[in-house]
């Protein structure tokens, strides 16, 4: 009998972020995709609201939770991944391509000598075409950077596809490539990586930002998107969208939480050590991004 996926999504308003738990109905198994941490900018405060709603579902479904991943360092809000996993359990993993992330935001910020860029403050790192299971499901990695080089998009069974930042809904159109490591080129063709999967897949969003006033909303298909999407539709070229895009580009702002999130995301969110006084810190570099 062919295993069966369920997936439950959860919405953050605050950074307009989505996580995704996905389980094996058999085994009750689960894989956690992009959670958060809340975090206050205007205080410094976590909190871990987001992430405790995820921890009662866990628990109502009488799920094991395997896997803990990220789809890419992201720079819009904080991993909750450390929290989930002293709770839940499950290894926490990210894409292979994270140490090229580390080594950039390791110079950018200046952080203490010993902060190690090999992606070993992570339990796994995986690289393209990697399989791993959930339960009875197969889970493949797909290497799919542009956005950032450490992008993954996580495809099950070719039936479901955790796509993080690389492509939005169809009326967003895709992610920036203005970040260190971004390339517009290579974010076309991760993204026709992902829209030569069968019609059907699922695709699942980590953000969605309802353009023109509609709801919010996170789940699409290939297919939608191959016919649909307003950057990078079947009748777009790769020289009108690396065009497009890096005119975008230049109009947008960082966004409000890059500084916290990525010194907190590339250390898989652990906070950075603390000083001498017992408080740790968040750098804000002046005139570096």
């Not at 989505?18 to 206050?40: E, F, G, N, Q």
């Not at 890096?246 to 050590?273: C, F, K, Y």
Request: one cysteine or more; a negative charge; proline letters at 5%.
């Amino acid at each position: 009998m062919k295993p069966i996926a369920t997936v439950k999504t959860f919405f953050d308003p605050a950074t307009f972020t989505y996580t995704h738990v996905m389980h094996d109905a058999d085994s009750r198994k689960a894989l956690i995709v992009d959670s958060v941490l809340d975090y206050d900018p205007k205080s410094g405060r976590t909190a871990t609201a987001s992430a405790d709603e995820v921890i009662a579902y866990v628990g109502e479904q009488d799920l094991t939770v395997e896997w803990i991943v990220e789809t890419h360092v992201h720079a819009d809000h904080l991993s909750a991944a450390p929290y989930l996993k002293a709770k839940l359990g499950g290894k926490t993993a990210i894409g292979s391509h994270i140490n090229a992330v580390q080594k950039t935001f390791k110079t950018i910020f200046n952080v203490e000598d010993e902060f190690r860029t090999d992606g070993s403050q992570f339990d796994r790192l995986f690289s393209d075409n990697d399989t791993f299971q959930v339960g009875a499901l197969t889970v493949t990695v797909m290497h799919t950077p542009g956005h950032t080089p450490a992008c993954s998009t996580y495809v099950v069974d070719n039936e479901h596809a955790f796509v993080g930042d690389t492509i939005f809904m169809p009326d967003q159109g895709t992610a920036r490539c203005d970040f260190p490591g971004g390339d517009a080129t290579v974010l076309f063709n991760s993204v026709k990586r992902i829209l030569s999967l069968p019609d059907s897949t699922k695709l699942y969003m980590c953000h969605d930002y309802g353009p023109n006033g509609r709801e919010y909303q996170y789940l699409t298909t290939v297919k939608e998107e191959r016919e649909r999407n307003i950057h990078v539709n079947e009748k777009v070229s790769v020289d009108e969208f690396v065009k497009m895009r890096s005119e975008r580009d230049a109009t947008l702002d960082m966004p409000t939480l890059i500084l916290p999130s990525v010194q907190i995301n590339m250390r898989a969110g652990e906070m950075p050590p603390a000083e001498r006084n017992g408080t740790a810190y968040i750098k804000v570099p002046l005139n570096a991004l």
